[in-house]
C-alpha cells in the first residue's frame, strides 16, 4: 500500500467537494477522501477512506486505498474550511487546502508538511486534557465535601429538634 505525501500546497487542487467526499489532485495523481458506512456484523460503523485512481486507460481506472480507517469523523465538518477572503463567491479557490492538509496530518490519513505542526498541537492537546482531568477529580473531591457537608448539617439539624 503507496502513502502520501504532501510536501508542497502549490500541487494541491480541490476539484469537487460534496458532503461525504471530497476529490483532489496532488502532484498530477487523482485522489478521492470518503466518508462512508461499513457493516461490522452488528452494525453499520463510519469509516474514512483515501483512495488514488490508477488509470489504466483514458476511461477506465483501478482504485488503491492508500487509507481506511473506523473513525467516526464527518468529511465536510473536519476537513473543509474556506477561506472567505475571496469576495467572488464560493468557488475551490475559497478552499482553505492548508487546513485540509493540516487535518489529514492530524488524523494520520497522510504525511505533510505540517508533521511538527501537528505533533505541537497533539502534545498541546494532551497537556489540556490533563488540566480536564485534573479539574474533574478536583470537582468530584468538592462535590464529595458538599454532599458530607449537607448531611451532616441535616443529622445536627434533626438532632436539635
Request: proline share 0%; with cysteine.
Amino acid at each position: 500500500m503507496k502513502s502520501l505525501e504532501i510536501k508542497d500546497l502549490n500541487k494541491l487542487k480541490i476539484t469537487k467537494v460534496k458532503n461525504y467526499i471530497i476529490y483532489f489532485e496532488y502532484d498530477n495523481e487523482k485522489y478521492f477522501l470518503k466518508q462512508s458506512e461499513k457493516h461490522n456484523g452488528y452494525g453499520y460503523d463510519d469509516c474514512i477512506t483515501l483512495n488514488r485512481k490508477i488509470y489504466v486507460n483514458k476511461n477506465r481506472y483501478t482504485l488503491e486505498i492508500i487509507y481506511d480507517k473506523l473513525i467516526e469523523l464527518s468529511i465536510y465538518g473536519e476537513f473543509v474550511s474556506k477561506n472567505w477572503n475571496n469576495k467572488k463567491g464560493d468557488t475551490y479557490k475559497n478552499f482553505d487546502k492548508e487546513y485540509f492538509v493540516k487535518r489529514l496530518e492530524y488524523y494520520g490519513i497522510c504525511h505533510t508538511l505540517f508533521k511538527n505542526y501537528v505533533l505541537k498541537l497533539k502534545e498541546e492537546e494532551k497537556r489540556y486534557d490533563n488540566k480536564i482531568k485534573n479539574a474533574e477529580v478536583k470537582v468530584m473531591e468538592l462535590r464529595y465535601v458538599k454532599y458530607n457537608l449537607i448531611y451532616t448539617l441535616k443529622g445536627e439539624i434533626e438532632n436539635v429538634n
